[in-house]
C-alpha cells in the first residue's frame, strides 16, 4: 500500500512481530478497535481472535510503539526550513555567500530568501558576511539567514530596510547580525506569510512528524515568534482528525494581572494550554543571549540578556495559576535559571506552595542547572521538556557549549540527575534548531558526553512518549503506553535488533535476555529505525512502503 493510502478505524490486528508493552514484554500481537488498543499478546492468542471483520497486518518482525510526542516545536519554521537554504555544511564566509547566490538564481525577483542552521562556531574563520555582500549576492532581495539556534540571524539592507529602522533597538549595531530585540522585530517583518503559505509550511511540518513517527507535537508559539493568525492556524489542524499529528498548543505572552490574562486568552481566539513555552527569560548559548552568573568564555564581559525580571515572571505565574493553566518560561544559562527560581519563590510566597504545584507549571531547555535549582524544582513541581540532541550537537570538550562556557560545559543538561530527583522530564527536538528524529534524541541520551548524565534508553523512550502526554497534564493517564484501553496512538518501525540498553558503564550496556521481562527497544547502535506506519487516535497519519 503506498504512502497515500492511509487506513481508518474499524478492527485491526497487528501479527508476527514485536509490541513495547509494559503489560506484556513478549507480545507478538496487537489488536485495535477503532480508536483503542483493544488487546496485547501472543500469536497463538491472536489466531483465535482472528475473523472476518478484522484488517489484518502482517508485521514481518517490525515493531509497534506509542507513538512520540514532541515537547517543544514550531511548525511554520519548521516548513520553511524544509524548503528554505540550508546552511549547515557551511564552514566559511565565501561559502555561505556562494550558496545565497545560488539560491537566489532560482527565485521571483522581489522573494525574500531565507536560510537556516549556520554555526559560525564550526567555520575555519569565524567573520560573518557583511550586509553589503549579502545584498549582492541575493540580487537585492531580502535575506533572512537564522543561526542554529534561531536566537540570531544575518541580514542584509534589503531586510533591514523592511523595518521602520533597528537603530537604537538592542541586538543591533549596524552590521549583519541580528540579536535580541532587533532580532525580534526583523523576524517578525520579514517572514509575514499569506495564510497559504503559513498553512502550507505547518502540512510539511506535520508530515515531516508523522513521518518520523509523531502522534503530537507541542508548538510553542508567541507574538515574538509567528504571531496570532499563526497560533489559529496550527490550531485548527485538530478539526481534521486523520489529516495531522495532535497539535498542542502553547502561547508564549507574559501577563501581569488575571483581567489581562483573561482579555489575551479571548485576543488569541483558540484554547491553549498554558502561557508558557518560549516566553523567553533568557536567550541561547550559541548567540550568546543566555543569561549567565559570569562571563562567557569567549566573551569576557558579557553575561547574556535577561528577557524578564523575577517580579515580571511571578505575577505571569500567579495569573496562569488563577486562570488554571500552566505558565512557564524559555531559560537556559544558570543566571536564568537563577530567575526562574526566584519567581517560583515569589508567587509561592503569594498564593502557597500547593497552587503553584496544582498549576504544574513548566520550564523549556533549562540547560544549566544546579542543586539548588533542583531543590525548587521539586518544592514547586516543576516538568522540563528538554532536548538531548542539544548536546549530541554542541556537547564534549570540543563542541560549542566548551567554548562559551569552559569547563561548565560539563555540567549541561543533567538528564540523569532530573531522573534521579524525580523531576518530570520530556523530550523534544525544537524543531527547526534540530530535525524530528526522535530516535536519534533517544541515542543522544544513551551517548550523553558527560558519562554521569546518561540514562537507559527505556528512561529516554518515555521522556519521548509518555512524559510528554503528562508534561500537558492530558488526562487519560494510558495515553503514551500500548494496553488494553489505551487511546490508539502508536509507530510501526522496520528494525534491525531489539535489545535491552542502559547507560550505566558499569553494567552491561546491551542485553538480549528475555527474562528480564524489559520489554524491548530498537538497537540503536546502528541504523536507525524506519517508520512504516503512523497512528492517532486510530487513524493512519503515515504509512510507508514495506508495510
Not at 81 to 86: E, I, K
Not at 212 to 237: C, F, K, N
Request: charged residues 25%; contains cysteine.
Amino acid at each position: 500500500m503506498g504512502q497515500g493510502e492511509r487506513q481508518s478505524g474499524g478492527l485491526r490486528l497487528y501479527v508476527n512481530g514485536s509490541v513495547y508493552s509494559a503489560a506484556d514484554p513478549f507480545a507478538t500481537a496487537m489488536l485495535v478497535d477503532g480508536g483503542t488498543v483493544a488487546w496485547i499478546g501472543s500469536e497463538e492468542a491472536a489466531r483465535s481472535l482472528k475473523d472476518d471483520r478484522m484488517e489484518l497486518v502482517d508485521l514481518r518482525g517490525a515493531l509497534v510503539t506509542p507513538g512520540f510526542v514532541d515537547s517543544h516545536a514550531h511548525l511554520t519554521e519548521t516548513g520553511q526550513a524544509l524548503s528554505s537554504l540550508d546552511l549547515s555544511a557551511v564552514r566559511h564566509r565565501g561559502e555561505l555567500l556562494d550558496l545565497v547566490a545560488g539560491f537566489a538564481a532560482g527565485l521571483g525577483e522581489q522573494e525574500a530568501l531565507f536560510g537556516h542552521s549556520w554555526d559560525e562556531t564550526l567555520w575555519s574563520d569565524p567573520e560573518l558576511p557583511r550586509q553589503e555582500e549579502l545584498d549582492r549576492a541575493a540580487g537585492g532581495r531580502p535575506v533572512y539567514l537564522s543561526r542554529i539556534d534561531v536566537h540570531s540571524a544575518l541580514v542584509n539592507g534589503a531586510s533591514v530596510a523592511l523595518t521602520d529602522g533597528l537603530d537604537g533597538l538592542r541586538g543591533y549595531t549596524g552590521g549583519s547580525l541580528v540579536s535580541l530585540e532587533a532580532h525580534a522585530l526583523l523576524r517578525t517583518r520579514v517572514r509575514e506569510f499569506t495564510p497559504q503559505q503559513r498553512a502550507a509550511f505547518q502540512e510539511a511540518a506535520l508530515r515531516e512528524a508523522a513521518s518520523q513517527g509523531h502522534v503530537a507535537v507541542t508548538e510553542m508559539s508567541g507574538p515574538a515568534i509567528a504571531g496570532v493568525a499563526d497560533l489559529r492556524s496550527a490550531v485548527a489542524w485538530n478539526d481534521r482528525p486523520g489529516s495531522a499529528p495532535r497539535v498542542l498548543p502553547y502561547w508564549g505572552e507574559a501577563v501581569s494581572d488575571i483581567d489581562e490574562g483573561r482579555a489575551l486568552l479571548e485576543r488569541l481566539g483558540v484554547p491553549v494550554l498554558g502561557l508558557a513555552g518560549d516566553l523567553n527569560i533568557d536567550g541561547s548559548l550559541g548567540s550568546r543571549t543566555a543569561l549567565l552568573r559570569e562571563d562567557y568564555s569567549d566573551a569576557p564581559g558579557e553575561r547574556g540578556a535577561r528577557y524578564l525580571d523575577a517580579g515580571t515572571a511571578a505575577r505571569h505565574l500567579n495569573v496562569c495559576a488563577e486562570l488554571g493553566l500552566q505558565g512557564g518560561f524559555h531559560v537556559i544559562g544558570d543566571g536564568g535559571m537563577d530567575v526562574a527560581v526566584e519567581a517560583l519563590r515569589l508567587s509561592a510566597s503569594e498564593l502557597g506552595e500547593s497552587a503553584v504545584r496544582r498549576a504544574g507549571h513548566r520550564l523549556e531547555h533549562a540547560e544549566m542547572i544546579d542543586e539548588g535549582h533542583i531543590e525548587a524544582l521539586i518544592r514547586h513541581s516543576v516538568t522540563i521538556s528538554a532536548q538531548p540532541a542539544f548536546d549530541a550537537a554542541w556537547g564534549g570538550p570540543s563542541g560549542m557549549y566548551a567554548r562559551r562556557l569552559g569547563e561548565r560545559e560539563q555540567r549541561m543538561n543533567p538528564f540523569a540527575t532530573l531522573f534521579r530527583e524525580g523531576i518530570p522530564l520530556a523530550f523534544g527536538s525544537d524543531a527547526p534548531v534540530t530535525p524530528f528524529r526522535p530516535w536519534e534524541s533517544i541515542r543522544a541520551c544513551l551517548e550523553h558526553h558527560a558519562p554521569e548524565q546518561r540514562i537507559s534508553a527505556r528512561a529516554a523512550f518515555i521522556g519521548h512518549t509518555r512524559a510528554g502526554w503528562r508534561a500537558v497534564r492530558d488526562t487519560n493517564p494510558l495515553n503514551g503506553q500500548l494496553v488494553p484501553g489505551a487511546p490508539a496512538n502508536y509507530a510501526v518501525w522496520e528494525v534491525e535488533e531489539l535489545m535491552v540498553q542502559v547507560a550505566d558503564e558499569r553494567v552491561a550496556s546491551w542485553s538480549t535476555d528475555p527474562r528480564a521481562r524489559t520489554p524491548m527497544l530498537p538497537a540503536l547502535d546502528g541504523t536507525q529505525p524506519r517508520c512504516l506506519q503512523t497512528v492517532a487516535d486510530g487513524q493512519e497519519l503515515f504509512r510507508a512502503e514495506g508495510l
